[in-house]
């Protein structure tokens, strides 16, 4: 059976272009022991994945030149050499940017039964789900009371940490950029602020309107002006929990840190990364407590979905142009 991947042919420096993606094929060897051979059906894109494309390990390792790429999938079995592994099996797994993927079985989850669509599991229910819930739990130690202020506020984590704090009973804050964004997490009750255009001061002048008790939460997505922003507007005791910057993701030099890094000091604020797969240990505890919220609707959550095997790059590149409304997907036909 042939089986059709995405390889680099070099590591880009800036915007990846196009062009350094390569579809190509190969005919799959016979299962070895323990293996499972997997129909995609979903493919996730995410902004780590910048990050494997350095040719430089950071909290892991980098894709291979000329080698499949990997990435969030699910898919169904269509054979299988492990034991408890099945034939039929909903499963979500790592050999994303391809449409067969032959991994081991042990690697693999299969999915649970509930009411929610299969893909919801590389989304809110899945790796970005459960980073926004870590984020704000366990790293940010939210509250109640607390003001809360998150950047990248309409994406993939950014929309259900919105979502989780105000089910809190927080006052929260959603940075965002395009106005059909900024209308939708109004409608999540959230209030909108726009980067688009502003300066940093200009950013934190409009999340002092938004919140002007301050801020005692900030779940970061961004870096750049919105970690500066959104520095000037801590209270005392803030807490912020470091998802990603996506604005030096591509960036052709070191980028410049903010120039009021002192309100750390001066607000006694804790300022903390994290990196999910430490936390996945707690996943079933997400599940439970989120899952249901999703199956009744009380927790929305929107998809941007690219068709085909051959959009993948493309729906990649558009997360850095702002061409997604939470979870981007790729959805492959059989």
């Known amino acids: 059976m042939q089986s059709r991947f995405f390889t680099l042919t070099h590591y880009p420096i800036g915007l990846p272009e196009r062009e350094l993606f390569a579809l190509q094929s190969q005919e799959l060897p016979d299962l070895g022991e323990g293996e499972v051979r997997i129909r995609n059906r979903w493919l996730s894109v995410d902004p780590y994945m910048r990050g494997r ?65 299969e893909q919801a599991y590389l989304g809110v229910l899945g790796m970005p789900g459960m980073t926004a819930w870590t984020g704000l739990n366990h790293i940010a130690e939210c509250k109640p009371s607390d003001n809360v202020l998150v950047s990248a506020a309409s994406g993939a984590v950014g929309s259900l940490v919105v979502q989780l704090a105000k089910a809190k009973g927080c006052h929260v804050v959603g ?3 395009a106005a059909h964004k900024l209308a939708w997490l109004e409608s999540l009750g959230v209030e909108p602020v726009s980067y688009q255009d502003r300066s940093s001061q200009e950013l934190s002048d409009a999340i002092k309107l938004a919140s002007p008790d301050g801020i005692d939460v900030y779940f970061e997505n961004v870096g750049g002006i919105c970690l500066e922003a959104a520095l000037n507007q801590l209270n005392d005791g803030a807490r912020i929990a470091v998802c990603g910057m996506i604005d030096s993701y591509n960036a052709e030099a ?29 996943y079933r505890y997400f599940l439970n407590e989120v899952a249901p919220q999703v199956a009744k609707g009380k927790i929305v959550y ?15 590149l558009a997360l850095f142009e702002g061409g997604n409304t939470g979870k981007m997907l790729v959805k492959l036909t059989d």
Do not use: C
Request: proline content about 9%; aromatic content about 6%.
């Open 254 to 282: 070191p980028t410049p840190g903010p120039s009021n890094l002192s309100q750390l000091v001066i607000r006694k604020a804790k300022m903390q990364g994290f990196i999910v797969a430490d936390h996945w240990a707690s």
């Open 53 to 117: 494309m350095t040719g430089t390990r950071t909290y892991i390792a980098p894709f291979e030149l000329g080698k499949p790429m990997e990435g969030g999938a699910i898919g169904v079995v269509i054979a299988s050499n492990h034991p408890t592994i099945k034939e039929g099996d909903k499963v979500s797994h790592m050999g994303g940017w391809r449409d067969i993927a032959q991994v081991p079985g042990d690697s693999v989850t299969a999915l649970p039964d509930s009411d929610v669509p």
């Open 302 to 316: 929107k998809e941007t979905v690219k068709e085909g095997l051959e959009s993948t790059p493309n729906a990649f």
């Open 175 to 177: 940075i965002a950029g």
